[in-house]
């Protein structure tokens, strides 16, 4: 096993959580989001869901995942929002210059099957680049095929697939209402997208 080189990033949340943690008032929040939405969106570190939506603290759900795609664990997640926390409106937002519309889900196959490092973008496409000290290279592994991507080939598609994969499905009530949305990261505007 090899060492692994620490960043400041441990010391900097800890001291960050504590001045945080001084002038906390928010115990009182309910559980339940006070606005009864939730919010379907990318972990992409340009989007700040709360700035977007106007949200503050217990306001709303927010779930998060690589390319803000309807998944098994994603609607898992919205359908416990609901019945359990009463959400009756979820916004599906995905994004312009999202990541995982630069790749396929055979690509990513490919790169996780020659090793299992972070890949670089050539311009063109996604690479394992030629590694020094290969010792500290983890070796590749073929368990990529088991996992479904959601890689997207047409945004505004991708967003009206998710919708009416969410709308559609058997443990969703009728009544919630889903809405889709495509935010621009180099406007910050939200687009509405509907059939």
């Known amino acids: ?106 690509e990513i196959v490919q790169l996780l099957e020659e090793d299992l490092e972070t890949a670089v973008h050539n311009g063109e496409r996604w690479v394992n680049p030629q590694r020094e000290g290969s010792e500290n290279t983890k070796p590749g592994s073929d368990l990529g095929h088991s996992i479904h991507w959601h890689t997207i080939a047409d945004l505004q598609q991708s967003v009206l697939d998710d919708v009416k994969i969410i709308q559609n499905h058997p443990l969703v009530p009728s009544h919630i209402l889903v809405y889709g949305f495509i935010y621009d990261v180099k406007t910050g505007q939200l687009k509405r997208v509907s059939e």
Not at 36 to 48: E, Q
Not at 91 to 97: A, K, L, N, S, Y
Request: aromatic residues 6%; negative net charge.
């Open 1 to 106: 096993m090899t060492d692994k080189n620490p960043s400041n990033n441990l010391d900097e949340i800890l001291k960050a959580n504590s001045a945080y943690a001084q002038d906390f008032d928010s115990g009182q929040l309910a559980s339940p989001p006070a606005r009864h939405f939730a919010i379907l969106t990318c972990m992409d570190a340009r989007m700040d869901p709360a700035k977007i939506a106007g949200l503050s603290e217990g306001d709303a759900h927010v779930i998060r995942n690589a390319g803000g795609r309807a998944s098994d664990d994603a609607i898992r997640s919205l359908i416990i929002s609901h019945k359990f926390l009463g959400t009756t409106e979820w916004f599906v937002i995905q994004h312009t210059g999202c990541g995982m519309a630069t790749v396929t889900d055979a």
